[in-house]
Every structure is written in structure tokens, then in C-alpha cells.
């Protein structure tokens, strides 16, 4: 071997080598780290902030950081199996005791006493931030949970449908051209007027035809065409909220524009001789919202184990063996966009009920993220993970919000989306049935998704 | 029709789009060519290119605005800035979010969302580090109409959009049809596990389709910064619209991606005269969604893995 050729295995040798990738791997996180919490710059003097983030001394703080990482990992890769062993028969019981059904029927019901008397305990801030955030976020989370999770497409433009929801229901809950004197939220007529829990069969019904009609065209193609029409579709409902003040070619005044649509009524209803008027009071809110997460939990665990959630399970896991046993898969991959649209839409009657006032401004393409992370964070396809996700993560921003500008909260959401799917890819509370798909899918069985087969040039 | 009065204007700016949007359109036609992933995150590989351009020139350019020689010179330091920036960003990008779940064999909906949460994560770090307002590029010549075609003006930013891109066209078709690197691109997007057997090293051919992809759209980044401004969210929009190209003519075919990007900002363009400048976006979008009802492969079909 000449010198040449053996200086080349030398340091082919170096580059392979584990330990130091780790390394490098960690130190790339601590720089990144740095740069997440360090300073915010300025249009004007844009080299201020990363000069600041990692030309002071307080970058030595995030190396130690990644050193210390570093040895954890170097650690638990040396030492992890010993002390898996030993943690066993501790493993082994909380298994057991989890397991039972008699254990987890008591923690639900607990949970939900829990989220019943909540609102009477707490301050008035987390009042409003458990009705018009986790509330609604979760009846969200868990309308995309049945996109994401149960037939495994991805839905980058989740609010539109909610916004969706929400300009239905300013435009039914306003006043046909014949009532004279009363004011309308939009400046368009309606044919006849309805309070909001009228509206909500009629968003839920629009919602869904919408889905129908943005999911027909898409979902014969590859599943990954989905992600980005409706990433496509979500920014333009927003557009068209916004300039359908004017309408080009009819010059007609549609939505309001930027300036939105105000005084929605509060919803109510009459049945028999008892009546109900909710008002701005958010603890009601909140149990309606809690009444309405009930219903739904219900009906899509339901639905989960049906003749449709099953055929969904058997899209995910082969689409190949589904189609060939039968089984319609575009049309109920077209079923489940619907039935996520339409939950969407549901939440958009109650959301434009409850804060009366709605605008463009509302629903910005980002949220659709935020839900994803939420569905992911908690579990996707894990009904109450998907519940626990939601609220920790509504919950998190809201506690830390002294400490962190409300912009950069997109930024550890979009690290922890990374994170998740390279280290927990079933999430935090998995939905059992999940997480062995996607362990399955690692081993090269079945696809854990409806995207038609694995990416190609997988790593070998 | 409503554009035809104003119709070489239109045509000519159109023409300028269609050239950026060719350049991004290639990077998601690239790397949807090796992988069959839309690379989510490619509209802020062109975000970070149009910021490295834009500190280059700032940091170049004096008070006055240069011409002659110096302004070639800058425009071509920025380009090339924005190129690099972007090819690594791509690079880390490949190397975070899609290296770690290729090697596991994830499922394509992780890597579509480990995709997404990398360009939120880039979106809103870049929105902190510099800044949320948009900052325009420094004047690096004097832009004004060059010559006229059926007296709609040319402006010189438009030539200079069109030589950059054409080049840049030129020497990716070369680099995929004659050399070693694009022999590998097409082995692995035609069967990426012959193509492991055949002893193309299949992780170092994706590394460098992503890194040939990020020079291309960071370049177009600093010269779509040129055109407009630069600022964090300026990846978005040209992004969809890219992809729509890319599909356009057909996703995986180069050429294809070429012809959708110039056919998109030239339609595009004459539809705004049609309908107001607020409702651009949605012209893009539906020509996404009446090519995939009605030509889902594209105008000039998909070919995943051939040279032209």
C-alpha cells in the first residue's frame, strides 16, 4: 500500500467515524440553539444578531451545552442496554398497571372532572386561553388528527377550512334583503336568517363539499401533490377574503375585505319551552366547546374502529393490498379530507360566534401548522394524544410568554416538527396501532401512510 | 381580451418572473427527481440566498451606484454569494431533516413534515435574525429601458434576470447530460436500488442534488431580491408557484421545469391585466389545480431520470 492510498483509508476512517459525527452533530445543534434564543435584529443592521448570538460569550454556554449532550449520548449508547435491564421489572409494572382497562377508564374519567371544573379554578387569562385557544385548537387537532393520523395524507391548508366555517356563518347569521333596518355582518344578503347552531349543519355541509372539490382532482395523484395544493389553497382563501371587497369584472362588495365581518350573534337555542343564550362570558364557551370535543372524541373513535376506519388502516399500512381487496381508496381518502375539512368548519361556526368578529387577519396560513404540530406533537391517529398535544402546546407559549417574543414561538415549532419526526415519529401519547406501523414501515413493511409507497432512494 | 393592448409588457415582465420561477422550479424537479419528495423547504433556500446576496453587495457598494464593469462584477459576487448560501443551506437541509429518516426508511409523510417544520424553523429564524421588514437590494447599476420590443421597454434588470438564468439553464442541462454527477442523478431517479448496485454511492449523489438545487434557487434568490426586495417570507409565494411550474411541465423533466417557469410567469402575468394585481396568487394556483385535473404529468410528461 503506498503512502497515498493509505492516507486516503486514514482519513475516510476519520470521516466515518461515529463518535466525532455525533460530535459535529451536536456542536451544529448548539450553534443553532444559539442562534434561536440569541438577540433579535433589525432590518436595518441585519449582522447584528447573529454577531451577537455567536461572537459573545455566551456561546460558551451552548457549547458546554452540546459537550454535555455529546456525552449523554456517548454514554446511553455505552451504558443505555445495562441500564434498560435494570429498569425492567419498574418498566414492566407501570406497563401492567397502565394496561388495564379499570386504570385507564379511571384516569379519563378523572381527566374530565378535571376539564369540567377547570375554568372555575383557574384565573381569568387561562379562562380565555382554554375557550378561545385550547378550546377551539382542539376541536381543530382533532378534526386533522382523522387527516393526518387515521389516513395518513397531509393537510397544509387546515385553516382555510375553518375560515370557511367562520364566513358561512357571518353570512347565514345575517338578515335576508327583505328585513329592513337590521344590519348584517356581511354586506351580503342571505336568503333566510339563522342563529349559529342553524349555520353549523350548512358550514359543515360547505366544508366538506369544498374538500370534496379541492380533494377530487388532487388525491388520484400522489399524496404528496395534497400537501401542497391545500398549502396553496390556504393562503389563497385568505387572498380572496381579503380583496372580495371588489370583485373584479362585477365590482361587488362579498366579505368586507381586510376590515372583516362583525357582530355575529352569540349562538342560542329554543327547544320546546327552555331556551339558552350564551354571552361573552368564556367559561360557558368553554363547555360548549367541551361538550362539542366530547361528541366528537366519541364519533371518531367510533369511526376509527368502523368498516371506514378500518379501510383507512388498510390504505396506510399497503394501498396496493387495500386496492386489490377491494377497498375504494380514493374515495375514502377523499372521505376523511372531507370529514377533516368539515370539523374544521365546525370549529369556524363556533370560533366567528364566539368573538363576533372576524377578519382575513384570523387566519393566517401558519395556523394550519400550528395544528400539524399539534397532531404530531400529541400522536397522530392517538385520540388523546392529539387532545394532550393541543393543549401542552397552547399551553407552553402561553406560560413562557414573558420570555420568549411571540414570533420565535414558529421557530421551536418548526425545530420540534423536525425533532419529533426524527426521534419520536409516533409522538409523545402514540396510538398503539400507529406506532407498529411506523416501526413496520422502518422495516421495510407497508407504507404508514396514504402517499403510495415509501420515498424512493431510501438509505440502505 | 383584456390584455391585449398592453400585451409586450406584459409578455416582457412576465418573461423575467418565468426565468426565476424556472430557476427554483429545477431544485424541487431535481431532488423530487432522486427522492419523489417535494422539498418543502426549498422556498427558503431562495429566502437564504437573496439575504447572503443582499449582505454581500451591502457590504460592496458604496454610496454611489456603481456602472460599467463594477456593476457586472457585483451582480455576478451576489449571485454567486446567493448560490452558495443556498447550496448550503440545502445541504444542511438534506443533511438534518431528510438523512436521519431516510436512513431509517421513514414513511413519506415524516419526511414531508420533518420538511415542513425545516422551513418554518429557517422562515422564522431568519425573520428574527434580520429582521421582518423588507430590505431592498442597493442599486448595482442604473436600471432603465435598454432597448423596446413593439415599444414595450426591456429594463435592464430584466436582461440581466434572463443572461443569469440562461446560463445557469445552459450549464445544469450540461452538468446533468455529460458528467459523472448527472449520470448519477438520473441512475438513482430512474431506480434508485439498481442504482445502489451498480455502485453509485446513492447518498452522495442526493447530497449534491440538493446542493446543485440550492445554488440554482439561492442564485434566484438574490435576483429575485434585485427585481423586488428581500425579505424573510419571500421564499413562500415564488416557492408554490415553482412547484406549480415544476408541475407545469411536467415534475422530474428539466426541461420541462424550464418551459413551466417561462409559460407560468408569461400567463400569469397577462392574466393580472385581466383581473387586479391583488389576485395574482390565485391565477397561479388555479393553473395548479386545472394541470393536475386535466395534464397531471405535465405539458411535457414526466421523466424521472432522463437527460433532457
Redesign the interface.
Known amino acids: 500500500m503506498t503512502a497515498q492510498t493509505e492516507e486516503r483509508v486514514s482519513r475516510a476512517a476519520w470521516r466515518e467515524n461515529e463518535s466525532l459525527r455525533r460530535l459535529g452533530a451536536c456542536l451544529f445543534a448548539a450553534a443553532v440553539l444559539a ?2 434564543t ?1 438577540a ?5 443592521d ?2 447584528f ?2 454577531t451577537h ?1 455567536l461572537l459573545r460569550p455566551r456561546i460558551l454556554v451552548f457549547v458546554v451545552l452540546g459537550l454535555a449532550l455529546f456525552a449523554l449520548i456517548e454514554g446511553s449508547s455505552r451504558y443505555g442496554a445495562r441500564l434498560r435491564t435494570s429498569l425492567a421489572p419498574a418498566t414492566a409494572v407501570r406497563k401492567r398497571f397502565f394496561g388495564m382497562s379499570a386504570t385507564r377508564y379511571g384516569v379519563y374519567l378523572a381527566l374530565l372532572v378535571l376539564a369540567i371544573v377547570l375554568p372555575l379554578i383557574v384565573s381569568n387569562f387561562w379562562v380565555t386561553v382554554l375557550s378561545q385557544q385550547i378550546g377551539i385548537y382542539v376541536v381543530l387537532a382533532i378534526g386533522l388528527n382523522v387527516v ?1 393520523g387515521f389516513a ?3 393537510d ?1 391548508g387546515y385553516i382555510a377550512f375553518f375560515a370557511i366555517g367562520a364566513y358561512t356563518t357571518a353570512f347565514f347569521t345575517g338578515y335576508p334583503k327583505t328585513v329592513p333596518g337590521q344590519i348584517s355582518p356581511l354586506p351580503i344578503h342571505p336568503p333566510i336568517h339563522l342563529t349559529p347552531f342553524e349555520v353549523l349543519p350548512i358550514a359543515i355541509f360547505v366544508c366538506f363539499m369544498a374538500g370534496v372539490i ?1 380533494g377530487a ?2 388525491l ?6 395534497l ?3 391545500t ?3 390556504g ?2 382563501v385568505r ?2 377574503l ?2 372580495s371587497d ?1 370583485v ?2 362585477i365590482h361587488k362588495n362579498f366579505t368586507n375585505g381586510p376590515r372583516g365581518a362583525f357582530g355575529i350573534p352569540h349562538p342560542s337555542f329554543h327547544i320546546g319551552g327552555f331556551g339558552y343564550t350564551w354571552t361573552l362570558s368564556q367559561r360557558e364557551y368553554y363547555w360548549l366547546l367541551l361538550g362539542f370535543i366530547l361528541v366528537l372524541l366519541f364519533l371518531f373513535r367510533r369511526l376509527e374502529d368502523s368498516r371506514v376506519g378500518r379501510a383507512w388502516t388498510a390504505i396506510r399500512e399497503d394501498e396496493v393490498a387495500a386496492a386489490a381487496s377491494g377497498v375504494p381508496t380514493v374515495r375514502f381518502k377523499l372521505l376523511a379530507f372531507a370529514i377533516g375539512a368539515s370539523t374544521s368548519g365546525l370549529a369556524g361556526v363556533i370560533f366567528a360566534s364566539q368573538i363576533q368578529f372576524i377578519s382575513p387577519e384570523n387566519f393566517p ?2 395556523n394550519s ?1 400550528l395544528v ?1 404540530c399539534y397532531v ?1 406533537f400529541g400522536g397522530m391517529g392517538s385520540l388523546p394524544g392529539v387532545v394532550a398535544g393541543a393543549a401542552a402546546l397552547i399551553w407552553l407559549p402561553n406560560i413562557l410568554r414573558d420570555y420568549v ?1 411571540p ?2 414561538r ?2 421551536y ?6 425533532v ?3 426521534f419520536r ?1 409516533q409522538g409523545m401519547i402514540p396510538s398503539r396501532r400507529r406506532a407498529r406501523e ?1 416501526e413496520l ?4 413493511i407497508g ?3 396514504a ?10 | 381580451m383584456c390584455f391585449t393592448n398592453n400585451f409586450w409588457n406584459l409578455a416582457i415582465s412576465g418573461l423575467a418572473d418565468g426565468f426565476l420561477y424556472a430557476l427554483i422550479a429545477l431544485g424541487y424537479t431535481l431532488v423530487y427527481g432522486v427522492l419523489q419528495l417535494i422539498n418543502f423547504a426549498h422556498s427558503e433556500v431562495f429566502m437564504s440566498g437573496g439575504f447572503a446576496g443582499l449582505f454581500l453587495v451591502q457590504f460592496l457598494v458604496g454610496s454611489t451606484t456603481p456602472h460599467g464593469i463594477q456593476s457586472v462584477l457585483l451582480v455576478l459576487a451576489g449571485t454567486v454569494m446567493g448560490a452558495l448560501a443556498g447550496g448550503v443551506v440545502a445541504f444542511l437541509l438534506e443533511r438534518v431533516a431528510y438523512r436521519p429518516l431516510r436512513r431509517r426508511n421513514a414513511p413519506r409523510l415524516a419526511f414531508l413534515i420533518s420538511a415542513i417544520g425545516a422551513s418554518l424553523f429557517l422562515l422564522n429564524l431568519a425573520g428574527k435574525q434580520f429582521g421582518r421588514l423588507a430590505i431592498p437590494v442597493p442599486n448595482l447599476y442604473t436600471n432603465g429601458t435598454v432597448f423596446t420590443v413593439f415599444g414595450a421597454r426591456v429594463l435592464t434588470t430584466y436582461i440581466v434576470i434572463a443572461i443569469a438564468a440562461l446560463i445557469m439553464l445552459v450549464l445544469l442541462d450540461r452538468l446533468v447530460a455529460k458528467t459523472k454527477l448527472g449520470q448519477g442523478i438520473r441512475a438513482v431517479a430512474q431506480d434508485a436500488d439498481t442504482a445502489s448496485l451498480m455502485g453509485v454511492d446513492i447518498n452522495r449523489v442526493i447530497s449534491q442534488t440538493f446542493v446543485v438545487g440550492g445554488l440554482l434557487g439561492g442564485a434566484a434568490g438574490f435576483l429575485f431580491g434585485l427585481a423586488f426586495n428581500v425579505q424573510y417570507n419571500m421564499g413562500f409565494i415564488p416557492g408554490v408557484k415553482a412547484f406549480t411550474a415544476a408541475v407545469l411541465g411536467g415534475i422530474g423533466n428539466i426541461r420541462g421545469a424550464m418551459l413551466g417557469g417561462l409559460l407560468l410567469g408569461i400567463v400569469e402575468n397577462l392574466g393580472v391585466a385581466c383581473v387586479e394585481s391583488a389576485w395574482r396568487d390565485v391565477i397561479a394556483f388555479l393553473i395548479l389545480v386545472l394541470v393536475l385535473m386535466f395534464r397531471p404529468t405535465g405539458l411535457l410528461g414526466e421523466r424521472l431520470g432522463r437527460s433532457a
Open positions: 442562534l434561536m440569541g433579535t435584529g433589525s432590518s436595518a441585519p449582522a444578531a447573529v448570538s393526518v395518513g395524507l397531509l397544509l379541492l382532482p388532487t388520484r395523484l400522489r399524496g404528496d401533490y400537501a401542497i395544493v398549502l396553496g389553497f393562503e389563497i387572498i380572496v381579503v380583496n371588489n373584479p369584472i396560513l401558519l401548522i400539524l404530531i417574543p414570533q420565535d414558529f421557530i415549532f418548526g425545530a420540534l416538527l423536525v419529533m419526526m426524527i415519529p411506523l414501515a422502518e422495516g421495510g407504507g404508514a401512510d402517499m403510495g409507497g415509501p420515498a424512493g432512494g431510501a438509505a440502505r
